[in-house]
């Protein structure tokens, strides 16, 4: 099977964030990690490559730094990677990423496309999808679970409240990854080494510029959310947290 | 004609979703601001059973688009069933509650007709004649106020508790219902669902707690449960997690709390390394009372919360715990 794996670079869970002076996206001087369920995907991805042979690309847009995801995958065993290399990207909504990368992989022949089911900067949870239509292809999503079946492959999807469903469906198709789906390797040094002599394809935004039009929608301005709760304060060391905490247990929410 | 907003109701499995009032509630916020008509949408194999109990809110109309093919739910017969009836309706807005199925559809459904979701609202401004979708970003550390910059139909999701459902307006008379049949052909669905099924059976019903102690990323280890039940059982409390807890297997997955697990509003909760991710948030912020624990001084729980406390929860939760006890055993002596 010859997977793609669509991966995004986004501000590391922890990483204090500020606003840029127009509020019109973050400052960009934070640390930056794989977006965790794509991280999934491209496990999943690397599990069924070795059931059934293959290979993995994986593919991202974005600035120069945002080619340390695509490092990161090669290191754990994707074959090659694409680039889509520029600071415009980022500013793409989710239709309009979704055909960028459908312009860059034009010329492949993927039998699926795995992409995390959201991301945790803009959390469209859309491009998966996107893509899917935009190549004609069916599609499910959250899943949990990828078997091959003689017809095609047979997928677990998560519904809510616990709720679960199987769907079988022909190839090719493009499924978004749900977290948890497996258990995350790491990067073997042997495999951080290969990983040097792998390809990365970079594609300029001229080369895709054509595919992609003005954005359908606008972010108008960013800001801190006002605050709907008023939160107070409990300070103090362990111990005076403890007792003030109690107190307020018993003597305000009595439910000691 | 004046403009019109379509909301679309969600059934599942021959049930109305409950979160459908929350987006009929939306719709009518919207009407009353921006002066547009307000209809509604059920679709579904037998859609027409719904679509009474839709009508008796305050809309103009209530449309039952149906098919047989649309039982059960595949994203390629909504998706064509919608474009249907859309491209004929026109209608300027059309809005869907932030659902798993809608988010499974309604991006196929949009670029279909070349258009773009506005996905996982929290609320709306009418601005100068000008409709912004307020949407969480980074996780819930921004909220952005986002406008459509296409030509209608245009496509928003609210998130699951944004609006009221409780608050849907009843109408004078019940509204008129129109049963649009949608024409499917076979070669459309490529999906071939199975029958929806529970994993195991649920052994703990969290909804039932009055005290709820949750644990997440920030309890770093397995074996650092302990602490946590501890604390639950000082406080006779249940133990609950964030997803990233149950999907480490250190708790079951019927212990989770968030959109894929259970949604929780106990008198209080209290989030112990729990940074606020909204899949989280959605499951708790019904609690009476939120007592969050995080080291993060900017972690979204702490938006929510009614008690913060900026710190290692390591330190703070044994003489908590202890404190607890002690305040226990002398209620009872």
Redesign the interface.
């Given at each position: 099977m010859k997977i793609l794996v669509c991966m995004k670079q986004v501000p590391q869970k922890d990483a204090p964030l500020k606003l840029n002076e127009a509020s019109s996206w973050i400052r960009e001087d934070v640390s930056y990690e794989v977006n965790e369920p794509d991280a999934f995907a491209l496990e999943e991805s690397l599990r069924q490559k070795e059931k059934h042979g293959g290979e993995v690309v994986v593919i991202t847009s974005g600035p120069a730094r945002s080619q340390q995801v695509l490092r990161e995958a090669l290191a754990k065993g994707a074959d090659r990677a694409i680039h889509l290399e520029d600071n415009a990207f980022v500013g793409l909504d989710a239709f309009n990423t979704a055909k960028a990368f459908a312009a860059a992989i034009k010329d492949e022949k993927f039998d699926l496309i795995f992409t995390g089911l959201q991301s945790d900067d803009y959390g469209y949870a859309q491009t998966g999808v996107i893509l899917a239509e935009l190549l004609g292809w069916p599609h499910a999503t959250i899943i949990m679970q990828i078997e091959k079946t003689d017809g095609g492959i047979k997928v677990k999807r998560e519904l809510e409240a616990g709720f679960f469903q199987f769907v079988d469906m022909p190839l090719p198709a493009v499924l978004t990854i749900q977290s948890g789906i497996n258990k995350l390797r790491y990067a073997t040094l042997i495999g951080i080494k290969q990983a040097k002599n792998k390809p990365i394809r970079k594609v300029a935004l001229a080369e895709v510029q054509s595919a992609i039009g003005e954005n359908l929608q606008k972010i108008e301005r960013l800001y801190v959310p006002q605050k709907t709760k008023k939160t107070e304060h409990i300070e103090g060391s362990p111990a005076e947290i403890a007792k003030k905490l109690v107190d307020k247990l018993r003597n305000e929410l009595r439910v000691l | 004609m004046p403009d019109t907003i379509l909301v679309v109701v969600e059934q599942r499995e021959g049930k109305l979703n409950r979160v459908s009032w929350e987006t009929i509630a939306a719709g009518q916020a919207i009407a009353a601001a921006t002066g547009w008509t307000l209809e509604a949408a059920v679709v579904g194999g037998s859609a027409s059973t719904f679509a009474a109990e839709v009508a008796a809110k305050k809309l103009a109309k209530v449309y039952a688009v149906e098919s047989p093919k649309l039982e059960p739910y595949t994203?390629?017969a909504f998706?064509a069933a919608l474009k249907q009836f859309l491209t004929a309706k026109q209608p300027r807005l059309v809005l869907m509650p932030h659902?798993?199925?809608v988010?499974?559809?309604v991006?196929?459904l949009?670029?279909?007709m070349g258009?773009?979701?506005?996905?996982?609202c929290i609320g709306f401004k009418h601005e100068n004649g000008k409709l912004?979708f307020t949407?969480?970003?980074?996780?819930?550390?921004?909220?952005?106020?986002?406008?459509?910059?296409?030509a209608a139909p245009w496509f928003a999701t609210f998130q699951n508790g944004s609006f009221r459902g409780d608050k849907a307006e009843a109408g004078a008379s019940p509204a008129p219902i129109e049963t649009v049949n949608v024409e499917i052909a076979d070669i459309v669905i490529?999906?071939?669902?199975?029958?929806?099924?529970?994993?195991a059976k649920?052994a703990v019903d969290l909804t039932q707690a009055?005290?709820i102690v949750s644990v997440g990323?920030g309890i770093k280890e397995q074996k650092n449960i302990e602490m946590a039940k501890q604390l639950a059982d000082a406080?006779g409390g249940e133990l609950a997690a964030s997803?990233?807890i149950?999907?480490s297997g250190w708790l079951p997955?019927?212990r989770q709390i968030g959109?894929?697990?259970?949604?929780v509003a106990p008198?209080?909760y209290l989030a112990l390394g729990i940074?606020g991710a909204?899949q989280h948030i959605v499951g708790m912020k019904g609690s009476r009372?939120i007592?969050a624990v995080n080291k993060?001084s900017?972690?979204p729980i702490?938006?929510?919360?009614?008690?913060?406390?900026?710190?290692n929860l390591f330190?703070?939760v044994?003489?908590?715990t202890?404190?607890?006890t002690?305040?226990?055993a002398g209620?009872q002596t």
């Amino acid at each position: 099977m010859k997977i793609l794996v669509c991966m995004k670079q986004v501000p590391q869970k922890d990483a204090p964030l500020k606003l840029n002076e127009a509020s019109s996206w973050i400052r960009e001087d934070v640390s930056y990690e794989v977006n965790e369920p794509d991280a999934f995907a491209l496990e999943e991805s690397l599990r069924q490559k070795e059931k059934h042979g293959g290979e993995v690309v994986v593919i991202t847009s974005g600035p120069a730094r945002s080619q340390q995801v695509l490092r990161e995958a090669l290191a754990k065993g994707a074959d090659r990677a694409i680039h889509l290399e520029d600071n415009a990207f980022v500013g793409l909504d989710a239709f309009n990423t979704a055909k960028a990368f459908a312009a860059a992989i034009k010329d492949e022949k993927f039998d699926l496309i795995f992409t995390g089911l959201q991301s945790d900067d803009y959390g469209y949870a859309q491009t998966g999808v996107i893509l899917a239509e935009l190549l004609g292809w069916p599609h499910a999503t959250i899943i949990m679970q990828i078997e091959k079946t003689d017809g095609g492959i047979k997928v677990k999807r998560e519904l809510e409240a616990g709720f679960f469903q199987f769907v079988d469906m022909p190839l090719p198709a493009v499924l978004t990854i749900q977290s948890g789906i497996n258990k995350l390797r790491y990067a073997t040094l042997i495999g951080i080494k290969q990983a040097k002599n792998k390809p990365i394809r970079k594609v300029a935004l001229a080369e895709v510029q054509s595919a992609i039009g003005e954005n359908l929608q606008k972010i108008e301005r960013l800001y801190v959310p006002q605050k709907t709760k008023k939160t107070e304060h409990i300070e103090g060391s362990p111990a005076e947290i403890a007792k003030k905490l109690v107190d307020k247990l018993r003597n305000e929410l009595r439910v000691l | 004609m004046p403009d019109t907003i379509l909301v679309v109701v969600e059934q599942r499995e021959g049930k109305l979703n409950r979160v459908s009032w929350e987006t009929i509630a939306a719709g009518q916020a919207i009407a009353a601001a921006t002066g547009w008509t307000l209809e509604a949408a059920v679709v579904g194999g037998s859609a027409s059973t719904f679509a009474a109990e839709v009508a008796a809110k305050k809309l103009a109309k209530v449309y039952a688009v149906e098919s047989p093919k649309l039982e059960p739910y595949t994203p390629d017969a909504f998706a064509a069933a919608l474009k249907q009836f859309l491209t004929a309706k026109q209608p300027r807005l059309v809005l869907m509650p932030h659902t798993y199925q809608v988010r499974d559809f309604v991006p196929k459904l949009a670029t279909a007709m070349g258009r773009a979701v506005i996905s996982d609202c929290i609320g709306f401004k009418h601005e100068n004649g000008k409709l912004l979708f307020t949407r969480q970003m980074f996780q819930g550390k921004f909220a952005a106020d986002v406008s459509f910059t296409s030509a209608a139909p245009w496509f928003a999701t609210f998130q699951n508790g944004s609006f009221r459902g409780d608050k849907a307006e009843a109408g004078a008379s019940p509204a008129p219902i129109e049963t649009v049949n949608v024409e499917i052909a076979d070669i459309v669905i490529r999906n071939k669902p199975q029958e929806v099924f529970k994993e195991a059976k649920q052994a703990v019903d969290l909804t039932q707690a009055e005290i709820i102690v949750s644990v997440g990323r920030g309890i770093k280890e397995q074996k650092n449960i302990e602490m946590a039940k501890q604390l639950a059982d000082a406080l006779g409390g249940e133990l609950a997690a964030s997803r990233p807890i149950c999907d480490s297997g250190w708790l079951p997955m019927d212990r989770q709390i968030g959109s894929s697990g259970q949604t929780v509003a106990p008198k209080l909760y209290l989030a112990l390394g729990i940074s606020g991710a909204i899949q989280h948030i959605v499951g708790m912020k019904g609690s009476r009372t939120i007592i969050a624990v995080n080291k993060d001084s900017e972690a979204p729980i702490f938006e929510i919360a009614d008690f913060a406390i900026v710190g290692n929860l390591f330190d703070i939760v044994p003489p908590l715990t202890e404190e607890v006890t002690k305040a226990k055993a002398g209620s009872q002596t």
